[in-house]
């Protein structure tokens, strides 16, 4: 008998009956509450899932935007984007765009499972389309120091897990590109431009993960890169999509 296997395996049991009745104790002397509303019981409860703002089944495949038919919207209908298809429940809007705010601005990472979570009761219990991996859109090293997380990151760890789907870094930001927000379209395409470089070999099937889509330059410059490598299958997995 290898003692040394069975002392570890030992310590292993003890280590994992330790922090179960540790879970347990927390638990009890500090209840899981809803985010929003602060109800014991859930870290979002149904009523206030309820009142994030939902995207109407008519809807671009592509960029998510809602059309009058179910189809492609004329934009993309024209140029169709370099990725295939886009998985994303909800819009941008109060009161979930204060939630993601508090949640990647205000240091409110307790936010990360409810929201991550909402998106998977919006999307079933199977996971759509199912990639061979997740690609979290990375931040440049600045940032995330800046930052300290990477929320796209944070996303895709834990749909992975719930999915059992593999997340790989396979894409890096070489460019410190400035912040977006009120940029225009053309602008941000042109910000991004040679922003991102491949890291690795990616599958024929993959999902970039982001947590708001605005413009989709971003996801574009991405899917570049990947198509550019052979990737055959392109799919986005957003949290929320700005109208």
């Not at 199912?130 to 120091?145: M, Q, S, T």
């Not at 070999?201 to 991405?222: C, K, M, N």
């Amino acid at each position: 008998m290898d003692m040394a296997r069975v002392g570890a395996a030992s310590r292993e049991q003890v280590r994992r009956l330790w922090h179960g009745s540790a879970a347990r104790l927390l638990n009890w002397l500090l209840p899981e509450r809803c985010r929003s509303c602060d109800t014991p019981g859930v870290p979002l409860c149904p009523a206030c899932l309820g009142d994030w703002p939902r995207l109407p089944d008519e809807r671009c495949a592509y960029c998510a935007l809602p059309t009058a038919a179910n189809g492609d919207c004329p934009v993309c209908a024209l140029e169709a984007p370099p990725y295939d298809y886009c998985f994303t429940p909800f819009v941008y809007a109060a009161p979930l765009d204060a939630a993601i705010s508090a949640w990647k601005f205000g240091d409110r990472l307790d936010w990360t499972r409810p929201l991550a979570r909402a998106w998977m009761t919006a999307m079933g219990s199977q996971p759509p389309a199912r990639p061979d991996c997740l690609i979290p859109v990375p931040l440049h090293a600045a940032r995330l120091r800046e930052r300290g997380f990477n929320q796209s990151e944070l996303l895709a760890r834990h749909w992975g897990r719930a999915y059992g789907i593999p997340v790989r870094g396979l894409v890096r930001r070489v460019r410190n590109t400035p912040h977006q927000v009120g940029m225009s379209r053309a602008a941000r395409r042109e910000n991004l431009r040679s922003a991102f470089r491949l890291r690795g070999i990616p599958p024929a099937h993959v999902a970039i993960v982001d947590d708001v889509l605005t413009t989709g330059s971003t996801l574009r410059e991405i899917a570049h890169v990947l198509r550019s490598a052979g990737v055959e299958r392109i799919d986005a997995w957003i949290l929320a999509r700005a109208i």
